[in-house]
Nanobody, 126 residues
Framework: QERLVESGGDFVLPWGSLRLSCSASGFTLDTHSIGWFRRAPGKHGEGVSC????????YYADSVKGRFTISRDNAENTVYLQMNSLNPEDRAVYYCARGPRRCGDLWYTTWGYDVWGQGTRVTVSS
């Protein structure tokens, strides 16, 4: 079965850092983009970042640009999201999702993603 599993979510202090992992099984990431999304309590889901399969081009929401970095390790069949300078607004459940070969113009929406992980919770609080 094709699956994505997120890990790395934790409780962290403001200004702290976390690295989330998105591990694929049942398929390889080489022909897929991977997007990161988050949903905070009482808020709509938000596209956080996306990475292309072939050229590795990356995309970021304005809210995380300069603080978050998406990357991939094809040997490990894993995509990462390095999150720095975290603040309480980053508190959410983070999901990764499988997309087409490249992140589309609407990468930040859920449209076009066909496999989703179960989510990993990030709590930013003092």
């Amino acid at each position: 079965q094709e699956r994505l599993v997120e890990s790395g979510g934790d409780f962290v202090l403001p200004w702290g850092s976390l690295r989330l992992s998105c591990s694929a099984s049942g398929f390889t990431l080489d022909t897929h983009s991977i997007g990161w999304f988050r949903r905070a309590p009482g808020k709509h889901g938000e596209g956080v970042s996306c990475i292309n399969s072939s050229d590795g081009r990356t995309y970021y929401a304005d809210s995380v640009k300069g603080r978050f970095t998406i990357s991939r390790d094809n040997a490990e069949n894993t995509v990462y999201l390095q999150m720095n300078s975290l603040n309480p607004e980053d508190r959410a459940v983070y999901y990764c999702a499988r997309g087409p070969r490249r992140c589309g113009d609407l990468w930040y929406t859920t449209w076009g993603y066909d496999v989703w992980g179960q989510g990993t919770r990030v709590t930013v609080s003092s």
